[in-house]
């Protein structure tokens, strides 16, 4: 499974069972209420290079 990200983008690649695996976890990992465009906005900002 890979992630791309570009600002204000996500890019999933894998099968659908690998992303949604994925998702949990990053849902774990953060604020239960946490949007996932909200997330994506932080995690873009703090990739040097995006």
Same mark, same amino acid.
């Given at each position: 499974?890979? /992630? @791309? @990200?570009?600002?204000? $983008? &996500?890019? +999933?690649?894998?099968?659908? %069972? $690998?992303?949604?695996?994925? +998702?949990? $976890? %990053?849902?774990?990992?953060?604020? #239960?209420?946490? +949007? &996932?465009?909200? %997330?994506?906005?932080? #995690?873009? +900002?703090?990739?040097?290079? /995006?």
């Amino acid at each position: 499974m890979r /992630s @791309y @990200y570009a600002k204000g $983008q &996500l890019r +999933l690649t894998g099968k659908a %069972w $690998q992303i949604r695996h994925k +998702l949990r $976890q %990053w849902r774990r990992e953060t604020d #239960q209420d946490m +949007l &996932l465009a909200d %997330w994506i906005a932080v #995690q873009t +900002l703090e990739r040097p290079g /995006s």
